[in-house]
């Protein structure tokens, strides 16, 4: 399983950015996707979550500024963020709880995209 991420950038605060994260390769179903974050210096944190039944989970930093959403059909997972702060910048991460059996539950993460949020 490969996953994809795609959308980091350099973006002023204030600002707004999209991410998207492509599940691919031996997949049988997808139970939660996610986003992580990283900022320099810092432990990896959860920023935002949903469950197969579309049921969200958000850190209280981003609450309210960014929206995750899934597209079954395509695998994917979205993180939409809106006025974005500087501390905001990070290396985000996406997650993929899933089966490639029935049984065979996996965890995968993808490999981070930049984002930065000049002031």
């Known amino acids: 399983v490969q996953l994809q991420a795609s959308g980091g950038g350099l973006v002023q605060a204030g600002g707004s950015l999209r991410l998207s994260c492509a599940a691919s390769?031996?997949?049988?179903?997808?139970?939660?996707m996610g986003w992580y974050r990283q900022a320099p210096g810092k432990q990896r944190e959860l920023v935002a979550l949903?469950?197969?039944?579309?049921?969200?989970n958000y850190a209280d930093s981003v609450k309210g500024r960014f929206t995750i959403s899934r597209d079954n059909a395509k695998n994917t997972v979205y993180l939409q963020m809106n006025s974005l702060k500087p501390e905001d910048t990070a290396v985000y991460y996406c997650?993929?709880?899933?089966?490639?059996?029935?049984?065979?539950?996996?965890?995968?993460w993808g490999k981070g995209t930049q984002v930065t949020v000049s002031s």
């Open positions: 997650n993929v709880d899933l089966y490639q059996g029935r049984a065979t539950r996996m965890n995968y």
């Open positions: 390769g031996s997949i049988f179903s997808i139970n939660v």
């Open positions: 949903i469950t197969s039944g579309s049921t969200t």
